[in-house]
């Protein structure tokens, strides 16, 4: 069973940066995509970006393009670079992980992490 621990989460000013990390035990050789997802209070969880470890491709929800950024130099961890942070950026952060990479499929993802807190203070 893969297992994913995130770290990074926090208190931050809008416009300021965070940066979340994922790290994966356990049979990482049988996952491909590791991604980003996000809850805020009362909506419901919601894609923020993934990359392949194959195929080196990434996506990104329209929200965040341009001011996230995604990255995986090993197998096993992955970090989301979040700059001008916006109030509308708080929610509980989760990684996902899944077998296959698919450009724009947002589903599948059988492996999830505990969740961290991002807030974003106006």
């Known amino acids: 069973q893969v297992q994913l621990v995130e770290s990074g989460g926090g208190l931050v000013q809008a416009g300021g940066s965070l940066r979340l990390s994922c790290a994966a035990s356990?049979?990482?050789?049988?996952?491909?995509?590791m991604g980003w997802f996000r809850q805020a209070p009362g909506k419901e969880r919601e894609f923020v970006a993934a990359?392949?470890?194959?195929?080196?491709?990434t996506y990104y929800a329209d929200s965040v393009t341009g001011r996230f950024t995604i990255s995986r130099s090993t197998r096993d961890t992955v970090y989301l670079q979040m700059n001008s942070l916006k109030p509308e950026d708080t929610a509980v952060y989760y990684c996902?992980?899944?077998?296959?990479?698919?450009?724009?499929?947002?589903?599948?993802?059988?492996?999830w992490g505990q969740g961290t807190q991002v807030t974003v203070s106006s």
């Open positions: 990359r392949s470890w194959s195929v080196g491709g």
């Open positions: 996902a992980a899944k077998r296959d990479w698919r450009e724009r499929d947002v589903s599948g993802y059988g492996y």
């Open positions: 356990g049979p990482i050789f049988s996952i491909d995509t």
